[in-house]
Every structure is written in C-alpha cells, then in structure tokens.
C-alpha cells in the first residue's frame, strides 16, 4: 500500500517471566507449532500492501532474528523497502508492558523521516489475530482522527490489557488492566508519520514512558479514535495466556479465522516432510507440525516440527516444542515442553490447567 510503512515493536517483556522467555523475546515464541508471534504482525502488514515494515528489536534478539533474517518468507527481501531489523533500547528489552516505549520510537526517528508515505501503521508482537489492516487505514483517513486505535470488548478481566475510556468513538482516558465488557487495546494503531513525530517531539523528556502513557494528559487536543476488530484476538502477556491462548487454536472455527487461505500468515519456511503416524498410534484434536513422527497417544495438543512420540507414549492438553522426543510409556498431560528436550521413558510430567507445568529448553 502506497500511503502506509509499518513498524513492529518486539523490545518489551512479559509481566511474569518463565522459562519459555529466558532464551528468546515474546515475539519469538512459537505458535501452533510452526509459527512465532511476530509472523501475524508481519503477515498482516504484508496482506495490506506494506512493502517498507521496519522492526524493533530486543537485546536478547537471537531467536528473533534467526526467524526472520531478511524478510524473504514475507516477501520483504526488496531493493526498495523491504524489512529494516532497528535498535531497541540500549538498556535491554524495555520495562514490563510498555509496547510502545518512546525512547524506542525516538532512537529510529530516522526510519520514519525518510519515508514519503505520510502513514504508519505500529503494533506490538503479543497478539495472535489476522485482520485487515486496510479497513483499519481506510476508517483512519475517512475520520480526519491524529490516531486510531484497535480495540476488541474484553472477554475477560486482564490485568496487562491496556482499556480505553470512550465518548462516541473518541478515547478520553487510558487505563491500566480490563474488565469484563471494557473497550481493550488490541495493540495496534495508525497515525499520521508527521503527527508520530510531533509527539516524539512533545514526549522527548519523557522517553521511558510508553506513548500511550505519555497521550493521558493530552487527550483533549490530541484526536485519538477506535476502530473495533469483531474476530478472534488473543494476547500474550504470560506463560499462563500462551498456553491458554494456543489452546483455542485447537478449535477448528478460531483456527480457521487466523489461519484461513484468505489472508495467509507466513511464517519462516522449514524443509520437513509431512508428519508421519505409524500403525496404532492414536491422534485427536491436535496441530502436528512437519518432520514430527507419532507412534503413541496425541490428544488436544499442539506439536512442533520434528517432535517424535514413540509407541506407549500419552501426550494430553500439552504444548510439545520443536525437536522433542516424548519416549515409550512417558505421560505428559498439561504441560509446555520447550524444545530440544527428551522426556524419558515411564516418566510423567502432569501439570493442571490452572497451573501448567513449563519444561524449559534442554533442561530434560
């Protein structure tokens, strides 16, 4: 699209760390066993024309930047534009729950001043959801608003949901945390690249806060607006809503809202041939991911590439991560088993669905 860049923040952290974080940035954790958070970012700017796509990067940016490299599975290995991978904060990923940090935003000025395109689409990468962004940019340019925000009604109280205070479709405050019914923020906005580097402007001396923050006080003479997304949309903020979250993934009408022929999600290509399930294995209600090979019992479960489960095995309502062998006569039932892990034979690992057992990358 012509008259729109966008730009992915991925330097923040989660509220409650794990051990599915210690080794790679939130938008770097794989989703339905062969995608990262990043890809529905990426993949919807890409479907609405965005050829220039700038991305924020976190210290710990290994993971991250071994994914995408240089943007070809997004078809952004251009001359002109393509993917730009940019410095996050000097400091390490920026403090908990602030998506949009200014110093982040003011530290890759340049990025913005050299574009012609007078629109930025921004959003964070802790959000599993496929939408139109050219609704969104439509709606934006027909409202005159210095900024439109996407919203969704909460489904639930969450605390690191930012809500909105609305009057007519104008936002009149910002808070902290969602209840039941409250207008959240699905963090993702466009505005204006000439109005983003007045605030920049404005909000210099404030640079730790996120921009959002720093808007509360000025909401009166700055025109922000939403634009409610009506599809499924699930946020990531803890090792607990990861797991919460891909589980929808398991329901055929969600999975086939975020991952329908109409608007692709790309992700990173892999080699793998297709899953293989040998003779008397048993598999139910499971996303099985290629190179993996299944001898034993899946059940409402999520399987990376290359994951083997022998002959004997039970996995139940666990999340299996890439190059994991689950060995005959193990039991994993209600666990995350990061990758690079083998569960011995005629163990069990069991967690709850309330407290979920979390095995981080070869500790097994």
Request: hydrophobic residues 40%.
């Amino acid at each position: 699209m012509d008259r729109c860049i966008g730009l992915i923040t991925a330097n923040y952290s989660v509220k409650n760390p794990s051990a599915l974080t210690e080794s790679r940035p939130p938008a770097a954790l794989p989703v339905a066993g062969r995608y990262r958070m990043v890809d529905f970012a990426l993949s919807n700017m890409v479907n609405a024309g965005m050829r220039t796509v700038g991305l924020i990067l976190p210290y710990n940016y290994r993971a991250l930047m071994d994914h995408v490299e240089s943007g070809k599975d997004w078809s952004l290995d251009r001359k002109h534009g393509g993917l730009f991978n940019l410095p996050g904060s000097a400091f390490g990923s920026s403090r908990s729950g602030a998506r949009f940090l200014i110093r982040d935003l003011i530290d890759n000025r340049m990025f913005l001043e050299k574009e012609t395109r007078p629109y930025v689409v921004l959003s964070a990468a802790n959000i599993i959801l496929n939408m139109d962004y050219t609704e969104l940019i439509d709606e934006h340019v027909k409202s005159g608003a210095d900024i439109t925000v996407v919203t969704k009604r909460a489904s639930e109280e969450n605390v690191s949901l930012t809500g909105f205070h609305t009057e007519n479709g104008r936002v009149t405050g910002v808070h902290q945390g969602v209840q039941f019914g409250d207008t959240a923020f699905m963090d993702t906005f466009i505005v204006s690249i000439d109005i983003l580097k007045q605030l920049l402007g404005w909000y210099e001396a404030v640079d730790y806060l996120d921009l959002f923050e720093a808007l509360i006080g000025d909401l009166d003479r700055v025109n922000v607006r939403t634009f409610t997304f009506d599809g499924p949309a699930m946020a990531v903020f803890s090792a607990k809503c990861f797991y919460k979250n891909s589980m929808k993934l398991l329901d055929p009408e969600i999975d086939d809202e975020i991952f329908g022929d109409e608007r692709p999600i790309y992700t990173k290509a892999h080699d793998n041939p297709p899953a293989k399930y040998e003779p008397g294995s048993k598999v139910s209600n499971a996303l099985v991911a290629g190179g993996s090979r299944i001898a034993g019992c899946v059940e409402n479960s999520i399987l990376g590439r290359s994951v083997i489960v022998e002959a004997g095995a039970t996995v139940r309502n666990s999340i299996i991560m890439q190059s994991c062998t689950v060995e005959s006569g193990a039991r994993v039932e209600n666990a995350i088993i990061d990758r690079d892990n083998v569960v011995p034979a005629r163990t069990e690992l069991r967690g709850t669905t309330d407290d979920v057992l979390i095995k981080g990358k070869g500790t097994l």
